[in-house]
């Protein structure tokens, strides 16, 4: 370390250089002695830059860590146009990062590749496991927990008759009586606000231990990922970079490989978004005639990145509810709450919505329907609470508000009675509130999905799965559900247990280390992406394809040094961690509207405009007996149309 060096005006230095300062001002400050000169920013940035790559080398070395890397636009447009500068201005790259593999694994848990070539659907002579979704529905599935005691359970259509309530109910059911009585507490009249520290949390199915675990930025590529040859390409250059290589083959004879560490018969983790994941398949497909483990891309094992799952399961509900013109006649429809909700975005929203806007309204609508569920249970427990204000002067007590909850999840969410309930006759069916008890079901799955990811629980997570695959299968998502269906096949009968417990407790990473902050990859990647381009995206000379690539792994350097100034300074009044909206006015509004259209109170007779499927149901009728393995899918179903849309700046921030 050079004695003479002053580290404050170093930060200023880097600080005034990730501002995109001018170099006029930086000059001035240098001379003034706050800062380091322009040429010492230059040459601590070329430092930075060699000590990063070092750095993304000794961890990769080590065998024991992921990657994720997804393809990204910026939009380079030059201050004047040259004959030079004709073509397009948006120029497509590739951003990658890599993070340790955390929870006590080893490298004897990575020790799997011929292993799982053996039982490969790629390998001509492998045995592929065979076991049936029964068989992996029980694998996946928690089991059921004691009940809260209380005394009745009263059927949906039957509200009179009063039966006892079973032994237990599953971790869905407590998830989802803890969401009626959370959304009371938090949404509800000032009184049940006193309950706000004594609710809780859920119950754990399986979490993650809680760890920070840190992300590193690597070097961007001038790589086409979008295509077999691109990923190829891809894959090589991150194994480059993190000095992975296997190098007894061919391909490395003449190259210096004493500084790179030999893959052997170790596995890689990849993740990434849904495409990314079908072109790996593809490549693997393609280069499983090869002699060599190596060649054939043996090592690599994709994981599907949840944050655009999330996004799957948000369009798979617009799908389901807004899409269809006749969906939204109903006066109790899931339109009409938007309509109040966002009264300017209703011709956005039921033609092509942002996931951003689709994630708030499925939020924002199942708070307001699970309040008016409330307000109905209430009144038909006494007449008198004619509305949640005049239920709050009863000061009920946090007891009887969890038996209620309990109650009001049998009762106003869809179950397995309701294709039995739909078999009634006409008069006696009551079409709309069978609709309204569809949204409040899918609702709270999604809010469980939510849920489970942000806190780490991935055994949650993935008995949410199930559901989901059978919902977006009828949707028309097949990708997503074969992609689904292959990850929890492959974690419960395929892969050898440490590696099973490698993938599943790596899916989601937590970088601040907090709870209720934990991340899908594929979000890190995102929002990595969006920092790049918001450093280095825009009109000028400086603003080119060399300079990203040359300065992509030193975003968290400087976002670090902005965080180093802003506190040390206290530039607290430059935030982008907005408080949320107050809703109070708007979730009154709608409350007002249900309170008129009466989803939750059943009227026999009553019919809708277009009847909603039970989708789990439906999904579960088209899925096959034994879940195919994605290898033995044919090449045209996995490389085509109706891949996951780039989410932008907005979806990416509402997770932050």
Known sequence: MNQKANALQSVIGVFLHSCKTPEKVVETLARMGISISLTSIHRANQSLYEESAETISHLGRCLLVGFGYDNFDVNLKPSVSTVEKLGDSLKHLMSMLVFPLQHGITLDDLHCSEDLWKKSALNPHGSVPRHTWEELLKAVQPKHTPGLSHPLNITPHAQASHTAEPAGRTTSEEFNAWMFLHDLVNHGPLYFASFRSEIGQPPEVESIPLVETPITPMHAMDVNNSTVAGNIGAIKQILAQAGIADIHNPEFVGIDTKDMRDVKDYIVLFHGDLGTGEHIQSLQLRCSIESSPWRRFQFVIFILGLFHVKMACADAIWRIFIQSLNGCLDETCMMEDITILRPKE???????????????????????????????????????????????????????????????????????????????????????????????????????????????????????????????????????????????????????????????????????????????????????????????????????????????????????????????????????????????????????????????????????????DDMIDKGAAKLPATPVPVAEIELDDIVGDGLSAQPDADDIIIDL
């Not at 492959?490 to 050898?496: A, E, G, K, N, Q």
Request: glycine share 6%; proline share 4%; charged share 20%.
């Open 346 to 612: 209703t011709g956005t929203i039921s033609s092509k919505p942002t996931f951003r806007q689709m994630h708030q309204v499925i939020q924002h609508t199942g708070i307001c329907r699970r309040l008016d569920c409330w307000r109905v249970e209430a009144a038909q427990r006494n007449p008198l609470h004619t509305s949640l204000e005049e239920f709050a002067k009863s000061k009920s007590s946090l007891n009887e508000l969890q038996s209620i909850a309990v109650i009001a999840t049998r009762k106003y969410v869809a179950s397995r009675l309701l294709g039995r309930l739909r078999r009634q006759p006409t008069g006696q069916r009551d079409e709309q509130w069978e609709n309204a008890t569809l949204l409040n079901k899918y609702c709270l799955l999604y809010e469980e999905l939510l849920y489970a990811m942000n806190h780490g629980d991935i055994g949650r997570v993935e008995a949410n799965f199930i559901p989901w695959i059978h919902i977006i299968k009828v949707v028309g998502k097949h990708k997503y559900t074969t992609h689904l269906t292959q990850y929890l096949y492959s974690t419960r009968f395929v892969y050898p247990p440490g590696l099973s417990r490698t993938v599943r407790y790596n899916i989601l990473v937590n970088p601040t280390g907090k709870n209720g902050k934990w991340r899908a990859v594929d979000w890190c990647v995102e929002f990595n992406n969006l920092q790049t381009k918001s450093e280095h995206g825009g009109e000028g000379s400086n603003r080119t394809v060399a300079r990203i690539i040359k300065e992509s792994p030193l975003i968290q350097v400087y976002h670090d040094a902005k965080e180093k100034i802003s506190n040390n300074i206290l530039l607290d009044h430059l935030t982008s961690a907005h408080a949320d909206p107050n809703m109070a006015r708007t979730f009154e509004s709608v409350s007002r509207h249900l309170a008129e259209a009466t989803p939750h109170k059943i009227k026999p007779g009553r019919q809708t405009a277009f009847t909603i």
